[in-house]
């Protein structure tokens, strides 16, 4: 096959190139160039998709003995995930950058460019495992990516491939020393790309500027102001610019952000749970959108958020989702993407996913429609 290696300048994709020259593909490297300022990426060790990372990749390239080539993705990187990220927050929902990234840059107009050149699959670092077209989590639990790449389609998928999937970090380190790869010991890049201080507050904030709001009790008692509800998410307890706890003496918690009025409730730790997630834009990795209640593990974070629930598909057009889940999560914010994982077995095989529009909190009703789903 021919095979396109997207190089991010990481070790984790310098291998996956690498296994997949040794596999017999012809395999073509290229890098992606998400900023028409490289230097408003991170670099170092907080980086991605920077200066020195295309250089990392040219280099990996050289020693593999693969042609090498940058595209330009600036204009779509801003359109598809920077001003995305923007009006998620803006709208008081909790985005994930890293999931667009990967639905809409490296599987969506990465592959669809590959493909109009001729490649066969487009072959990245991540951490999962693509089996007979099924998506399943990697063997290195505390690196799986399965979660940010369950937005992909079933014709996504097919045109992917994972290498690296099998085996834990520590190896794939390993490995790289052993094939001469200088990223062999570089460290893995963290937080968001586009941000260079970090400081996801004030760069929403110079985004979106002041949008003056309230932050009130469960009763609705006004307790501070706030700049904007961009600089809040479901569960935060820090940073909420409160003079102190609740009367009870505990923490207190973001359960609520209503954009239209920017008011922020805040309440206990109590008021966090989570029993009905409602999610739009579901997407089925089978590509057959399931006619019954599909019992399921629900994950709503990328390492964390994990219960077991019930799941059906709702809507029309816009195919949605609600999950019933049998057990509370917390911390549940729109924006999230919702992944279905099968139960059976490990648990480890992709189901589907949303984008969470919506929770509900009551307990009863949730248990009450789940096991009317699976009595179905």
């Not at 990697?138 to 790449?149: I, R």
């Not at 992909?152 to 999937?165: D, K, V, W």
């Not at 390993?174 to 790309?193: F, M, Q, T």
């Amino acid at each position: 096959m021919r095979v396109l290696a997207a190089m991010s300048g990481g070790v984790d994709s310098a291998v996956a190139a690498a296994r997949a020259v040794d596999a017999g593909h012809e395999v073509v490297g290229v890098h992606l160039a998400l900023s028409a300022a490289p230097g408003t990426l991170r670099t170092g060790s907080r980086g991605c998709c920077s200066k020195e990372d295309a250089g990392d990749a040219r280099r990996a390239a050289d020693v593999l003995g693969i042609p090498f080539y940058v595209w330009d993705f600036a204009d779509r990187f801003k359109e598809d995930v920077i001003d995305d990220f923007v009006a998620a927050y803006a709208a008081g929902e909790t985005p994930n950058p890293c999931l667009r990234c990967n639905e809409k840059i490296k599987f969506s107009a990465l592959a669809d460019r590959a493909v109009a050149l001729g490649f066969d699959a487009v072959a990245t670092g991540h951490y999962a495992r693509l089996e007979d077209g099924v998506l399943r989590r990697a063997v290195d639990a505390d690196k799986d990516q399965s979660y940010v790449l369950a937005v992909l389609t079933a014709e996504q998928l097919s045109r992917a491939m994972f290498p690296i999937g099998d085996t834990p970090k520590p190896q794939i380190r390993a490995e790289a020393a052993e094939r001469g790869l200088a990223v062999a010991n570089k460290p893995d890049s963290h937080d968001i790309c586009f941000i260079p201080s970090g400081d996801t507050r004030a760069f929403l904030g110079a985004k979106i500027g002041i949008r003056p709001g309230a932050i009130v009790d469960a009763d609705g008692h006004k307790l501070a102001d706030h700049d904007g509800v961009h600089g809040f998410t479901i569960g935060q307890r820090k940073g909420l610019g409160l003079r102190g706890p609740a009367a009870d003496g505990l923490p207190r918690y973001v359960t609520d952000i209503d954009p239209g009025s920017g008011t922020v409730r805040v309440g206990g730790v109590q008021d966090l749970d989570v029993w009905t997630v409602r999610a739009d834009r579901a997407i089925w990795t089978s590509g057959e959108r399931p006619s019954e209640p599909v019992e399921c593990i629900a994950q709503v974070r990328a390492h964390g958020g994990i219960a077991p629930a019930v799941a059906e598909a709702t809507g029309g057009a816009e195919d949605g989702l609600i999950v019933r889940l049998r057990a509370p999560l917390t911390g549940v914010a729109r924006g999230q993407a919702v992944v279905l994982y099968r139960p059976d077995g490990l648990g480890d095989e992709v189901i589907g996913s949303g984008t969470i529009s919506g929770t509900g909190r009551d307990r009863d009703e949730a248990s009450m429609s789940a096991a009317a789903d699976t009595g179905r």
